[in-house]
C-alpha cells in the first residue's frame, strides 16, 4: 500500500517536465499507472491457473 502514497508525487514530476501540455501528461501517466494496475491483475490469474492446474 505504500506505493500508492508516491503517486502524486510522481503526478507532480511528470506534470513539472511536460510544461507544454500538462492536461495530456497528467492524462498518459494516469492511464499508465492504470495499466500497471492491470497487468498486476493478469499475473495475479495467470499465477492462480498455474497454481491451480499443478495440483
Known amino acids: 500500500?505504500?506505493?500508492?502514497?508516491?503517486?502524486?508525487?510522481l503526478q507532480i514530476n511528470v506534470v513539472r517536465h511536460g510544461k507544454e501540455a500538462p492536461n495530456l501528461v497528467s492524462t498518459?501517466?494516469?492511464?499508465?499507472?492504470?495499466?500497471?494496475?492491470?497487468?498486476?491483475?493478469v499475473g495475479h490469474l495467470a499465477l492462480q491457473v498455474v497454481d491451480e492446474r499443478g495440483d
Open 28 to 41: 498518459l501517466n494516469i492511464s499508465a499507472f492504470n495499466v500497471g494496475n492491470a497487468l498486476k491483475k
Open 1 to 9: 500500500m505504500a506505493i500508492f502514497a508516491t503517486v502524486p508525487s
